[in-house]
């Protein structure tokens, strides 16, 4: 993103995920463009300590997770997985390791106290594809793409499912499943994968544009309605309303909601103290 100043001297998190903070926005991205951004171990341990990092953050306001082109993510390294057979154990071990990783990181991205956006450009595949959809919200470039590919080798898509079929309805995630054939921006947007899709050239703009409309608003809202939007999800209707019930009432009585109505009434802009 044009403009963007390192939040380190390096203007990194490790070797494998670049980041960078921009009035409020931090830019995150998978770099490591040979293996097309692959979710290796060393990956997500970097990807899942700046997100830590982030939710400390009071100058973070929204986190923007892309990739270095030509791939937004391809799902695990396969050269990884593969190697681990040789063990004793034929890899169980370590797989169960990383599948536990895996599991820990996108359920980080859900729960995050701030709003994170995918910004996805190319193709978005098995593990990748459960990154996208894990995110809160989905920016795509025209030529992105979205697959659970992992039928086509032996070896199902069972956890990027779980993001996926929570995204997408049953329908649709089951032909993504079965076939593994990639579904297109287009398709993405229409089945609900993807919020908005931009020209490839308009990326920047499209995610700065949604990020800083998300990063001006009170971070104790963003987070009470992250969290509850989550959570509410699961619940039986009646359950629902009460524990939202209790979430409106409690986020009534806090500082930035007493300021917001005032402002409101008072035809200005807020003054929040993300409290």
Known sequence: MAGDEPISAK???GALVRSFLDDGVLRL????PRKRNALSQAMMTALGDALASAADDRN??????GGTPPAFCAGHDLTELDAARHRKDGGRAFLTGLMNQCAELMQAIVRHPRPV???VRGPATAAGCQLAASCDLVVAAANASFATPGVNIG???STPMVALSRRVGRG????????GEPVGAEKALAIGLVNRVAADGDMDAAVGSLARKIAGKSLMTLKTGKQA????ADMPLGEAYAYTAGIMIDNMLKHDAREGVQAFLQKRAPRWRDE
């Open 155 to 157: 070896l199902f898509c």
């Open 60 to 65: 973070v306001r929204v986190v923007v997770i």
């Open 117 to 119: 956006i995918a910004d």
């Open 172 to 179: 649709q995630s089951m032909e993504m499943l079965l076939t």
């Open 229 to 232: 939007f989550y959570r509410q």
């Open 11 to 13: 203007g990194e998190v």
């Open 29 to 32: 991205t998978l770099n490591d």
